[in-house]
């Protein structure tokens, strides 16, 4: 991750003589947007295993295995070194690199909208075929928002960590499950998913800080700087 996600990016702002601060829009969110992020990880996580469920095409098995192959072989090392690995890494390196350097890069140019479904794209490719993928790339968009809208990477880096954490926990940690939710064929209750996308509507939602994001002129008269 750190080579071949991140090493690029960092290469290529440092060669165009950019701020890393300005380049990976790594500003401080304020402490309520930060908050928020891990809220808006666990209502994203519960909608897609709900989409996982109900989608009619199946991950390969192949590809299935191995990823439990992988797990398996971090946790060997302790379920410290698997968070890690699977967790904390993935998504330092791909929030600053996808969400961070390409998606500022790409604003200037294209403007943000355009600039968030475009830095989502090679963060689906990374993590695979359909269906996944394409949840994937539905995960990178909101991913993308947040970052736009709370104008700092660090909220995308933490809903990623929260979501990649709270996604290993039924293998390193399944007595923390109640019963029924170990089993990953266990439907996400309608209430709860109700619940989860009011939530994430309201956090998307959110009074926005432009000023901390390129390619996106501040509304007049200032904004919120919460």
């Not at 090493?7 to 829009?25: D, H, K, M």
């Amino acid at each position: 991750e750190v080579g071949i996600i991140l090493f690029p990016a960092l290469l290529l702002a440092t060669v165009t003589n950019q701020p890393y601060r300005e380049a990976f829009r790594a500003g401080w969110p304020g402490g309520a947007r930060l908050l928020g992020a891990p809220v808006a990880a666990v209502c994203l996580l519960l909608l897609m295993k709900e989409a996982m469920l109900l989608s009619p095409v199946r991950m390969p098995e192949g590809e299935a295995q191995k990823i439990v192959d992988v797990v398996e072989g971090c946790a060997s090392h302790g379920p410290f070194a698997a968070l890690l690995v699977l967790a904390f890494l993935p998504a330092l390196c791909e929030d600053l690199a996808f969400r961070g350097y390409l998606l500022s890069s790409l604003s200037r140019a294209w403007g943000l909208a355009p600039a968030v479904l475009a830095s989502a794209v090679p963060f689906a490719l990374l993590h695979g075929a359909s269906p996944r993928g394409a949840i994937m790339l539905v995960l990178g968009v909101v991913y993308g928002t947040l970052v736009v809208r709370w104008g700092s990477i660090w909220v995308g880096v933490l809903a990623h960590l929260t979501n990649n954490t709270l996604a290993l926990v039924p293998r390193l940690w399944p007595d923390l499950l109640p019963v029924s939710w170990r089993d990953e064929a266990v439907h996400v209750p309608p209430e709860l998913l109700a619940s989860s996308v009011l939530v994430l509507g309201l956090l998307l939602w959110l009074p926005r800080r432009p000023q901390r994001f390129p390619g996106h002129a501040p509304p007049r008269g200032g904004g919120p700087s919460g």
